[in-house]
DNA sequence: AATACTCATGCAACTCTTTGCAAGAGCAAA
DNA sequence: TTTGCTCTTGCAAAGAGTTGCATGAGTATT
């Protein structure tokens, strides 16, 4: 939407960084393929175009672009997977069970995240956080005396 | 305190495993080296000990001792790390800045868990939490006016 | 005590990820 | 345009983490 090659650029390059071929195209894989792609995914998708891009330059430039903030990470199980980094931050909840990943608005993590402000004053400062339990459909009916 | 060795592995035992000299030794290994260790580390400290052990049983067992957990398992950044699982669980805080590491009770994320369980019907079931942001001696004063 | 069964381990091969280094490319100043 | 500087890349090697398979060890049953 908000976001446009050039915005990239010229984000990129206030920090005195450059917008590569290379960087084009990863984020370019990461686009298409929409959120939550693991590092060899995005380096197939990129090596389908130019085949002679490294697999350590992609490495290097996801790390990069979390950096400079044009992509988040989180980590899903055992895995890192990247995805746009939104015009509004969001979260997600996984499914143990299931494995449905549900999406989160940042208003809803935002009390929590004043409420750690005030009581620690620490400052959290997280524009993706992943939290794993049971999904609606997985979770046991809640009336009922519970088994162990 | 409270968890003994015999109680370790009944608890493995109840569920049809078994407590065998090389767990002991990664248990013992995590316990010693206090919280947040890397498997690297770990494997490190038991193959001091016991040479033949093997990098793979140390990466199973503890895959294991998470999923029996004993154990528990955080993402800090890009590595995973461990630690004995506490009769309480318990979370942190971690500052990009400095590295420092805050403690945080179950009590200062249950009310959080429980709205996203009202709102989402998403019953969240975390014992370890990770939270980035600045601790307070980082954070920016909050006083002045916010330059960008 | 012998047998059958399942859990665990070590080994080896493989995949994923990181790092050091030399070469390449863009930008800025002279 | 030439020079110098820093950012980037590819290559190659090393490190970290995973998987399949055959062997070994513990438990329970007969």
Redesign the pocket.
């Known amino acids: 939407m908000s976001h446009t090659t050039t915005d990239y650029a010229e984000r990129?390059?206030a920090q005195?960084?450059?917008?590569?071929?290379?960087?084009q195209m990863i984020l370019d894989a990461i686009c298409e393929l929409g959120g939550h792609v693991?590092?060899?995914v995005i380096y197939e998708r990129v090596r389908g175009r130019?085949p002679?891009?490294?697999?350590?330059?992609v490495?290097?430039?996801?790390?990069?672009l979390c950096e400079v903030r044009l992509v988040v990470a989180a980590h899903i199980g055992?895995?890192?997977v990247y995805e746009i980094a939104g015009a509004q931050p969001h979260h997600h909840l996984i499914c143990r069970q299931c494995g449905a990943v549900i999406q989160l608005g940042h208003e809803a993590v935002q009390g929590f995240f004043a409420q750690i402000a005030q009581q620690q004053a620490f400052q959290v400062d997280m524009d993706h956080l992943t939290l794993f339990g049971l999904c609606p459909g997985c979770r046991p009916a809640p009336s009922r005396s519970r088994a162990r």
């Open positions: 990129i390059r005195g960084y450059r917008l590569t071929p290379q960087r693991t590092p060899e130019a002679a891009v490294n697999r350590a330059t490495y290097r430039n996801l790390d990069f055992r895995h890192t």
